[in-house]
């Protein structure tokens, strides 16, 4: 199963916008977009997820490319607890839901 | 809140024991997985279930086993351990095996093998 592709790491001002562009060019249709985030010693944690449409909650905006190949997770207003490897991912719907995770983006986030 | 709790977040283990890493989530969630984590390959799905007594094998299940009694206890053991299984053990749970539910995963057992 192809991962994703994500820079290694950005840096961010605090209060800034932040943009985590992710490319997966081979994903199925039936593949969904994850979003998750790990700060040092934890598990991973949700962040948001989407098919096609763009999606927003309270932590981001996932938008989603109109031939589902990248997307970019937005974080509006970076705070300095928002500093964590955020991880781009595939979960395969037709296989039990089964999360494909890739290197992930070391997010820093300056005062 | 969900909560998923594994049994140690540090263990110590010689080359050839038996170990048992334990995972418990108290949300009534049908799935649950156990991946590893290790510098420049990031997580690595290991196992999953999608019930009790039922079993899936992940990308890299080799040197592994699970066991499902309870709905809510998802065990991951190595039979006898080696020193390239030292690495960070992460147990997750989901309410079922559709990608519109999260995963929710534990604080992770760091593991060594000497």
């Known amino acids: 199963d192809a991962k994703t592709t994500q820079p290694n790491s950005m840096e961010s001002n605090e209060e800034e916008p932040v943009h985590l562009p992710c490319n997966h060019s081979?994903?199925?249709?039936?593949?969904?977009i994850h979003w998750y985030r790990q700060l040092p010693s934890q598990g991973p944690e949700y962040v948001i997820h989407?098919?096609?449409s763009n999606v927003n909650n309270r932590m981001a905006s996932l938008a989603i490319a109109e031939d589902r190949k990248s997307s970019t997770l937005i974080l509006h207003r970076a705070t300095l607890r928002d500093a964590a490897v955020y991880y781009c991912?595939?979960?395969?719907?037709?296989?039990?839901?089964?999360?494909?995770f890739g290197q992930g983006t070391e997010l820093s986030v300056k005062p | 809140d969900v909560k998923v709790t594994q049994s140690s977040r540090y263990l110590v283990k010689r080359t050839g024991e038996k170990v048992f890493l334990e995972c418990v989530q108290d949300?009534?969630?049908?799935?649950m997985f156990w991946y590893r984590q290790d510098p420049g390959l990031g997580l690595r799905l290991i196992y999953f279930?999608?019930?009790?007594?039922?079993?899936e094998k992940g990308d890299i299940p080799e040197g592994y086993s699970v066991s499902r009694e309870k709905k809510e206890r998802f065990s991951l053991i190595l039979e006898s351990a080696s020193t390239n299984q030292t690495s960070m053990y992460l147990c997750?749970?989901?309410?079922?095996?559709?990608?519109?539910?999260?995963?929710?995963f534990g604080p992770g057992t760091r593991l060594l093998v000497l």
């Open positions: 279930s999608y019930d009790v007594k039922m079993k």
């Open positions: 989407g098919l096609t």
């Open positions: 997750a749970s989901s309410l079922d095996g559709n990608c519109k539910e999260t995963q929710y």
């Open positions: 949300m009534d969630h049908e799935n």
């Open positions: 081979t994903i199925s249709g039936t593949d969904y």
């Open positions: 991912i595939r979960c395969r719907g037709n296989q039990g839901g089964k999360l494909i």
